[in-house]
């Protein structure tokens, strides 16, 4: 069972400094959006100059993104209206951040879920897990019927192999098409996009240097065109050490 239907997902460029941009989403604007009923889950991540340089797919404007914004909804509709009904009264009092540009808002739903063998989970609770970032690959798919037999060979066995290196511990894969048994489910716009989101406990670079080996191969003569596939970084590594009772600094 998942309570996760939609995922709604923002990769931005800012020309300023990124720490105020950076803390008025952390701790102005992202916490006031978990109010809308129907919002479980938001989390924000950006790349490092290392990140963009290990990235596998970095081209266009896009490739100028280095802050990526996702939430997890339980539905589409009313929960995307109140959500951005609420954007727009906080911008009204004045608590924004303009400067911002925007090189991707897409609404997708969510087509499955899947948890690395050694990870006692169950694939459902993958984003809700401590992580270290996550590796976007998001692909346009021109024609997805002509697509169909690609795309069903890509989640019988490319995702296992995925699951299987050292770092990604869940994937999740959205698309603007319902799972099957559920067409138009959560009506989200209608979008030739697709996006695979692995979460990541391993170092980042390292994981997308490992990635990168396995990625080049998925785009020859494949019916589906890369847009970005790259690491973005957790907003909060774990501290340097635990305190203990038993330590002399305690």
Not at 51 to 78: D, I, K, M, N, W
Not at 187 to 215: C, F, K, N
């Amino acid at each position: 069972m998942n309570k996760i239907r939609v995922g709604f997902f923002s990769a931005t460029s800012y020309a300023g400094d990124p720490e105020p941009y950076v803390a008025w989403h952390q701790l102005d604007h992202m916490p006031e959006q978990f109010r809308v009923p129907g919002l479980s889950w938001g989390q924000r991540f950006f790349a490092t100059p290392g990140c963009v340089a290990a990235s596998a797919h970095r081209l266009g404007p896009l490739g100028t993104a280095c802050h990526l914004q996702t939430y997890l909804f339980e539905t589409y509709e009313p929960v995307m209206s109140e959500f951005v009904a609420l954007g727009r009264a906080l911008a009204g009092l004045g608590r924004s951040m303009p400067g911002a540009l925007s090189h991707l808002q897409v609404s997708l739903q969510l087509v499955s879920e899947h948890v690395a063998p050694r990870v006692l989970l169950t694939p459902g609770a993958v984003p809700f897990r401590p992580n270290t970032g996550v590796y976007v690959v998001l692909e346009d798919v021109p024609n997805r019927t002509a697509a169909s037999e690609w795309l069903v060979q890509q989640q019988r066995d490319a995702l296992p192999t995925l699951l299987e290196i050292p770092g990604v511990f869940g994937i999740w894969t959205f698309a603007a098409v319902a799972p099957p048994g559920q067409a138009g489910a959560y009506d989200v716009p209608a979008s030739t996009q697709q996006l695979m989101i692995m979460y990541l406990d391993g170092d980042p670079i390292e994981v997308s240097d490992a990635l990168a080996a396995h990625l080049a191969p998925r785009w020859e003569a494949a019916p589906v065109l890369p847009l970005l596939a790259g690491a973005f970084r957790s907003l909060f590594p774990p501290p340097e050490r635990f305190c203990r009772i038993d330590d002399p600094e305690y």
